[in-house]
C-alpha cells in the first residue's frame, strides 16, 4: 500500500493552524497512524486509528479520516512543533510510511 | 522507565555482515511483537522487519533473504543479523515496540544505531 503526504514542504509560523494530507493507494478502514520526528531522534507516536490521540500529545493535534483520506491538524502552532510528520498504515504487511511533510518556520 | 537501546551499528563492507541489538528495559520482548525500521540519510523511515509473539516473522523486500529478525528471551533483546550488505543498506536503524490491539502501531522506539556500508 503506496502512502502520499502532501505537501512536502509546509512553512507556517508560531499560532498558525496547519493541516497535512496522507492519501492511500488501497482503502485501508482507520488503519492510519502520524509519527512526528526531529532530526536525529525517534519518531514519536501522535494520533493511531486514524483519530485517537496518542498518550501525553497536546491536545492541539488531532487527526480525521478515513478509507483513503486523511489528515493531521496542529492547532496554534508552538517551537517545539516544527519538524517532520509521518503517516503509516497499518492495514497490511508491509507497513509502510508516507515520505514525509517537514514543517519549518 | 521503558526503554530500548539499540548497538551494534558501525562502518561495514559491502557483502559483509553484522548483527544489531536491540536491548529492552522494563518490557518484555517475548511478550510483545517487536519490529525494526531504518531511515536512509535524508530519507524517510522504512520499515523492514516485525517478528510477532508466536515467532511470525516478515521482512520488507529490500531485505528479504538477507535479513534474519530474532530475540533472545535470556537477555530480552531483539536482534537483526544483517547478511549481503549492500551501500543502500547505509541508515540509522531503530528497533520499536509494536502495539496490536484493536489497533496496530509503533508506540516505543530506541534512539537508533548508525550502520554505514561502504567500501
Known amino acids: 500500500i503506496q502512502l502520499t503526504q502532501s505537501p512536502s514542504f509546509l512553512s507556517a509560523s508560531v499560532g498558525d493552524r496547519v493541516t497535512f494530507t496522507c492519501r492511500t493507494s488501497h482503502v485501508i478502514s482507520t488503519y492510519l497512524n502520524w509519527y512526528q520526528q526531529k532530526p536525529g531522534k525517534a519518531p514519536k507516536l501522535l494520533i493511531y486509528?486514524?483519530?485517537k490521540l496518542h498518550n501525553g500529545v497536546p491536545s492541539r493535534f488531532s487527526g480525521s479520516g478515513s478509507e483513503t483520506h486523511f489528515t493531521l491538524t496542529i492547532d496554534s502552532l508552538q517551537p517545539e512543533d516544527f519538524a517532520t510528520y509521518y503517516c503509516?498504515?497499518?492495514?497490511?504487511?508491509?507497513?509502510?510510511f508516507g515520505q514525509g511533510t517537514r514543517l519549518e518556520i | 522507565e521503558l526503554q530500548l537501546v539499540e548497538s551494534g551499528g558501525g562502518l561495514f563492507q559491502p557483502g559483509g555482515s553484522l548483527r544489531l541489538s536491540c536491548e529492552a528495559s522494563e518490557l518484555s520482548v517475548s511478550s510483545n511483537i517487536m519490529t525494526w525500521v531504518r531511515q536512509a540519510p535524508g530519507k524517510g523511515l522504512e520499515w523492514i522487519a516485525v517478528i510477532y509473539t508466536g515467532d511470525t516473522t516478515y521482512y520488507a523486500d529490500s531485505v528479504q533473504g538477507r535479513f534474519t529478525i530474532s530475540r533472545n528471551i535470556s537477555t530480552n533483546s531483539l536482534h537483526l543479523q544483517m547478511d549481503r550488505l549492500r551501500d543502500d543498506d547505509t541508515a540509522l536503524y531503530f528497533c520499536?515496540?509494536?502495539?496490536?490491539?484493536?489497533?496496530?502501531?509503533?508506540?516505543?522506539w530506541g534512539q537508533g544505531t548508525w550502520v554505514t556500508v561502504s567500501s
Open positions: 520499536a515496540r509494536v502495539f496490536y490491539s484493536s489497533s496496530y502501531y509503533l508506540d516505543y
Open positions: 486509528a486514524a483519530s
Open positions: 503509516q498504515q497499518s492495514y497490511s504487511v508491509p507497513v509502510t
